[in-house]
């Protein structure tokens, strides 16, 4: 009996039961390679034969390849447009946390926003996306690098698993495989620069000219079978050397996925090319069939044997004269396609985003006609979202495993003595967190999604729905104008709103930080002591700590007499010459009464 040494469990230098291992692998899986280069080719309208040379076949694509109705395209696009233009953030709920847990569950949501920011994780997502669209899976590496955090999107070509350790979608063990510049792994393994530059080239001999010296890497890892089993391991390897070995211990690898539809069974996903191919391929064979014919099907003049006609006499000249014997010439004009050839293509267009759930109005962002309100315009584009709600969850998934893997590195470079700090940008301050002030263990709390605004995003539709929470009385005239934030009233709403943006920083300051800031006779005392007292009641219920809560109450306390204070010196005298001041309160009106009015007063 055979017995089989698997990579892991190599005692030193794994690269070569590793390299054996994939290349197993590769051998078995090229139906899978051969998949993704047709679904590229469908979508970049080009005719590519591998992955290896896509670059010179897309620089000169064959033209009899050519799609000349791109419905793959025009899908995948449409659809990663509608959906990736969402901005979800990670938000966290403490499990009946004290004041102190809420507090870190706070600044862990803004430190995710920070880290969100710092590694332009918004900008990576939608490429991930659209590669789930195109080869059904698409992968995000999230890792460390020079004591940051980076994210990464991974071709789905180069991620390899075991289709029988995989069939429940949950391997043990994945491989990377990547090409890599010589001169960046020296620079990343220095003591081992003589064995990577002896390593043979990649695709030495397929090409004369060459950029860069490039060799194939593998990053390879086994999870560890269960909790303490120390069997897990990570290498990173070149044919001929192993660059990095060092122990596993985390459950899960370093990547996040996404697929456009699950499979029954196993790792990989459906992607929404490959749901279209058998469209697209008949589509092609019609436009080609079509084509030929137009070409074919050109004007012919018949002219009776034994005529004496001079076939220079016929020509496109106006009011020519074309003398004859016998039966005069005939031009036929022969019919280029059937109509039922037209109605059959239609039918096959209509039918691909029918399977995709797309409007053809969407696809070329124009609005049904008489749709022009925005309760109108938001219960279509309600309708039109639903067919995607599966794969928008699924896109909203993917940022909360790439939180989970941040919070995750963040814990362990903190472990390894280095302080690690992020830079949240608020909307109106930047803080700077460190994960030593957060630290909360993964059983603390619960990770729930949101999109980055609740609000519809077509103008209209927004100041309707604003409107609406208006009449509800759910949100008062100065949350509105802070809700429409159109570029050309944000210099009105910024003054507008100044108020209750600054009593907004002193309760948070307060709250937050246990710093206080007085009241003054120039703001608006009346809407600070109902937004402190809001504030209060709300600290009061988390459990804030009472020397915090105490600063509310001295500031609601110091605002009431100075409100006091203010209704007495406006009950004093009148000047002897001329009438009393504008907007002075009536003259038999005592202080309480002032006072009390201007709380009662409507906020503005």
């Not at 080009?46 to 009899?64: E, K």
């Not at 659209?130 to 999107?153: H, L, N, P, S, W």
């Not at 996903?269 to 137009?294: H, K, V």
């Amino acid at each position: 009996m055979k017995i089989v040494n698997y990579w892991w469990n190599e005692k030193s230098e794994p690269h070569e039961e590793l390299f054996s291992a994939v290349a197993g692998i590769v051998s078995v899986q090229s139906g899978r390679e051969q998949d993704n280069v047709a679904h590229m080719s469908l979508y970049g309208n080009a005719h590519y034969t591998d992955m290896a040379s896509f670059g010179d076949m897309g620089s000169t694509p064959n033209t009899n390849h050519r799609v000349t109705l791109n419905i793959i395209q025009s899908m995948c696009d449409t659809v990663t447009a509608k959906v990736a233009k969402a901005r979800p953030r990670a938000t966290y709920l403490t499990h009946g946390g004290n004041w102190s847990m809420q507090k870190k569950a706070k600044l862990l949501e803004r430190f995710t926003d920070g880290q969100f920011y710092a590694t332009d994780i918004y900008s990576i997502a939608p490429q991930v996306f659209m590669d789930a669209c195109v080869f059904g899976t698409g992968c995000m590496y999230i890792y460390q690098g020079d004591g940051k955090i980076e994210v990464e999107r991974v071709f789905p070509g180069e991620i390899l698993v075991d289709d029988h350790e995989s069939r429940y979608a949950k391997p043990r063990q994945m491989f990377r495989r990547k090409i890599m510049a010589k001169d960046v792994l020296v620079g990343m393994f220095p003591e081992a620069e003589k064995k990577i530059n002896e390593a043979v080239s990649y695709g030495e001999g397929h090409s004369e000219y060459k950029a860069s010296e490039q060799v194939e890497c593998i990053e390879a890892w086994h999870l560890p079978c269960y909790q303490g089993a120390g069997d897990g391991r990570r290498v990173i390897a070149i044919e001929n050397c192993t660059l990095l070995d060092e122990p596993w211990e985390r459950s899960d690898f370093p990547f996040v996925f996404i697929r456009w539809s699950n499979r029954l069974m196993g790792f990989w996903g459906q992607g929404l090319a490959e749901q279209l191919t058998g469209l697209q391929l008949e589509i092609n064979n019609l436009l080609s069939m079509i084509q030929e014919q137009m070409h074919l099907a050109t004007p012919k003049v018949f002219i009776e044997n034994g005529s004496e006609i001079v076939p220079g006499h016929l020509n496109n000249e106006i009011w020519g004269i074309v003398k004859y014997n016998g039966t005069p010439p005939q031009m036929v004009a022969p019919r280029t396609t059937s109509p039922e050839v037209f109605a059959h293509l239609d039918r096959l267009y209509s039918r691909a985003y029918e399977i995709a759930g797309i409007s053809q109005l969407a696809a070329q962002s124009k609005k049904p006609s008489g749709l022009d309100s925005g309760v109108a315009l938001r219960e279509f584009q309600d309708i039109e979202t639903e067919r995607f709600m599966i794969v928008a969850q699924h896109y909203e998934k993917l940022f909360l495993e790439a939180a989970e893997q941040m919070i995750e590195l963040a814990r362990e470079i903190s472990k390894e003595g280095n302080a690690y700090e992020v830079l949240s940008h608020g909307d109106k301050d930047i803080q700077s967190i460190k994960w030593s002030d957060i630290d909360l263990k993964r059983d603390q709390y619960v990770m729930k999604v949101y999109p980055t605004s609740l609000l519809p995003t077509t103008p209209a539709a927004k100041l309707q729905k604003v409107i609406e929470m208006v009449q509800a009385g759910m949100i008062d005239n100065q949350e509105a104008r802070g809700l429409l934030d159109y570029p050309d009233l944000e210099a009105v709403n910024q003054l507008a709103t100044a108020s209750s943006d600054g009593i907004k920083l002193m309760i948070e300051d307060m709250v937050e930080h246990g710093r206080y800031h007085p009241p003054e006779p120039f703001m608006n005392l009346a809407m600070a002591i109902a937004m402190i007292q809001s504030a209060y009641l709300r600290a009061k219920i988390n459990n804030a700590p009472e020397e915090n809560l105490d600063l509310l109450r001295r500031f609601m306390q110091e605002a009431i007499d100075m409100l006091s204070t203010m209704a007495q010196g406006a009950t004093a005298p009148a000047p002897a010459m001329g009438g009393p001041e504008m907007g002075a309160p009536p003259a038999n009106m005592g202080p309480d009464e002032i006072a009390a009015e201007q709380m009662a007063a409507p906020i503005q």
